[in-house]
Each structure stands twice: as structure tokens, then as C-alpha cells.
């Protein structure tokens, strides 16, 4: 995996900027988590990295080379993969499970994957996410939304990323359902070494699955750091704010392993 760093990033819509000089790196092998309200970025800072959102200043780097060329990713290798909020709208419904992983697999251009190596390769996808082989031939519309989910974590490592962006991967999910999802997260970054951005409106979910966080207000990070730090004692009165809009306690079903 590798570093990724936000190097006083703006975005504009027209008039209106939507990001202002936004720096923030998320180191090798750590999981940073965003949060804010509707509206304060975050979301476009994720689609900024894979060329969805214009950069209208600063770069965004991997390993201090800039990860967009000509606004779009190249090759098979995509350097991010991004799991999106909507289980039900980011895997295509006419595609078996297995054919949305297999249209995702890394393959170096000097090699072609066999058909049973493919099929090798997707079975061991799945179970990385804890689910079984045999669901390779099953459509989206099969599936519950947690298992959805679980596919599209299996295809966003597919392309063999060195870091995921994870927007608001739970909360288009049941409560009784985003522990597993978060056990899972957080398993592979133990298992894989896995960097990721984990975007979410939900400090009770960032704070069990993150090492730091940032806080986004209004396009700008007005705070950053530990997550023990920034959600234990908080330093900007935005980020009480936050803090004091959400009813104590952690995420659901986050203590045990549950299967969604």
C-alpha cells in the first residue's frame, strides 16, 4: 500500500468552491477517517482522487507522484479503487457477481489469466470478504445489501489498489449489518496492510474503524489528528458540534463478528 496526499487541493462548481486548499495525507497502511455534514466536501474529495471532480489547485500524490494523468486513471493497475455509499446502484444488476469481480482483475499486460485461474482468482476475493465461492454465480438482486457491499469491497481489490476510498460504505446499510461491514474493514487492514480514506458522517463508525481523523467544515479541515485525540477532546468547537449531534455510544454489533 501506499501514502496518499492532499496537497492544498481546491475544487470549484462555477463560482462556488466546494474545496479550499485541503491538505491531508493518509499514511501507508493506516486508515483516516473524513467527517462533516452534508455537504462539507467530503464526497468530492473522493472524486477528485479518481478524476470524478476538477482540481482546480494543488495535486493530489501517491507516494509524492501525482496520481492523475490527463484527469483519468491508466492501465488495468488502478493505483485507488473506491467502494461507494449505494450497494444497489454500484454493481451492475445484469452482471453475476462474478463477472463485475472479473471485469475489475489486475492482469499485467505480458499475462492472461486462464479460465480457471480467473475463477480461482474471484473465489478468493470472495472469501476475503467472507463470502462463499458458489455466490460468484449469483446476481446483485440475490444478494442482501450487506452482502452487496462485501462485493464491491471484493471487486474495489480486485485491480489490486494500494489504497481504497471508502464513501459511506454503511450507511445505506441496516444498523443490524454495518458491524460485520466494519469487522471487515477493519480485518483487512490488519491482513493487508490496507490504506484507506473512510468517509463517513458517523464519528461512532470512524472512531471504531480509524487511527486518525480529519474534520471537514464548509470545504476546509479544521481539525486533524489521533482519532483518540480530535473525538476524545476536540479542539474546534465544530467539531463539539458534531460530537453533541450524535448520541453516545459505538457502532452495532462491532464487538463480535457478525455475517451480513
Same mark, same amino acid.
Given at each position: 500500500m501506499s501514502e496518499l496526499t492532499f496537497? @492544498?487541493?481546491t475544487v470549484r462548481y462555477g463560482a462556488s468552491t466546494v474545496l479550499d486548499e485541503v491538505s &491531508?495525507?493518509?499514511?501507508?497502511?493506516?486508515?483516516?477517517?473524513?467527517v462533516g455534514e452534508s455537504g462539507s466536501g467530503k464526497s468530492t474529495l473522493a472524486k477528485a482522487v479518481v478524476g470524478l471532480a476538477p482540481v482546480h489547485g494543488g495535486q493530489i500524490l501517491l507516494d509524492g507522484a501525482p496520481i492523475l494523468q490527463r484527469g483519468r486513471m491508466r492501465g $488495468? @493497475?488502478?493505483p485507488v479503487s473506491m467502494v461507494f455509499q449505494d450497494p444497489f446502484s454500484s454493481l451492475d444488476p445484469r452482471m453475476t457477481v462474478g463477472e463485475s469481480?472479473?471485469?475489475? &482483475? *489486475?492482469?499485467? $499486460?505480458?499475462?492472461?489469466?486462464? $479460465?480457471?485461474? $480467473?475463477?480461482a482468482e474471484i473465489t478468493r476475493l470472495l472469501e476475503l470478504v467472507h463470502l462463499d465461492g458458489g455466490r460468484a454465480a449469483q446476481l446483485p438482486g440475490q444478494l442482501s445489501g450487506g452482502q452487496r457491499q462485501r462485493v464491491a469491497l471484493a471487486r474495489a481489490l480486485a485491480g489490486r489498489p494500494r489504497l481504497?476510498?471508502?464513501?459511506?460504505?454503511?450507511?445505506?446499510?441496516? #444498523?443490524?449489518?454495518?458491524?460485520? %461491514?466494519?469487522?471487515?474493514?477493519?480485518?483487512?487492514?490488519?491482513?493487508?496492510? &490496507?490504506?484507506?480514506?473512510?468517509?463517513? @458522517?458517523? &464519528?461512532? %463508525? #470512524?472512531? *471504531?474503524?480509524?487511527?486518525?481523523?480529519? #474534520?471537514?467544515?464548509?470545504g476546509r479541515i479544521v481539525e486533524h489528528g489521533p482519532t483518540v485525540d480530535v473525538l476524545g477532546r476536540p479542539q474546534h468547537d465544530y467539531t463539539r458540534q458534531l460530537l453533541a449531534a450524535i448520541p453516545g455510544g459505538r457502532p452495532t454489533q462491532t464487538t463480535k463478528e457478525t455475517r451480513a
Open positions: 496537497d @492544498h487541493v &491531508l495525507t493518509v499514511p501507508d497502511g493506516e486508515i483516516v477517517g473524513l $488495468r @493497475h488502478r469481480i472479473a471485469e475489475a &482483475l *489486475y492482469r499485467p $499486460r505480458t499475462e492472461r489469466l486462464s $479460465r480457471a485461474g $480467473r475463477r481504497v476510498i471508502a464513501d459511506e460504505i454503511t450507511s445505506a446499510l441496516d #444498523v443490524s449489518v454495518q458491524g460485520a %461491514v466494519l469487522n471487515l474493514v477493519r480485518e483487512m487492514q490488519r491482513e493487508l496492510g &490496507l490504506s484507506m480514506l473512510f468517509i463517513s @458522517h458517523n &464519528l461512532a %463508525v #470512524v472512531r *471504531y474503524v480509524a487511527s486518525q481523523v480529519a #474534520v471537514l467544515e464548509g
